[in-house]
């Protein structure tokens, strides 16, 4: 793995050298925890929302959370790889 910064920021972000599968917007959330959640201990709660089409929830377990990512993403449309060019 290497590290690169992060936008705006000084945290490592791990990247995967080898990049077998890109990231994509269309899998990106961002989960948002309430203060006194305790992610260690399993006691977690808060709001989660999905980047590109604005869907969001509240959630008061880690089942929760990780059930509407799944209902998120069973309807995200499987991306087409792009071909790599060759020649010219």
């Known amino acids: 793995m290497q590290a690169t910064r992060a936008l705006g920021g000084s945290y490592p972000v791990p990247q995967d050298a080898e990049g077998p599968a890109p990231l994509s917007v269309h899998h990106a959330f961002v989960v948002h925890f309430r203060v006194n959640s305790d992610v260690a201990q399993g006691r977690m709660a808060g709001r989660v929302e999905h980047v590109v089409?604005?869907?969001?929830?509240?959630?008061?377990s880690l089942e929760e959370l990780l059930a509407f990512m799944a209902r998120v993403l069973a309807t995200v449309p499987a991306q087409p790889r792009k071909r790599s060019r060759r020649g010219g």
């Open 53 to 60: 089409s604005g869907q969001a929830a509240h959630f008061s």
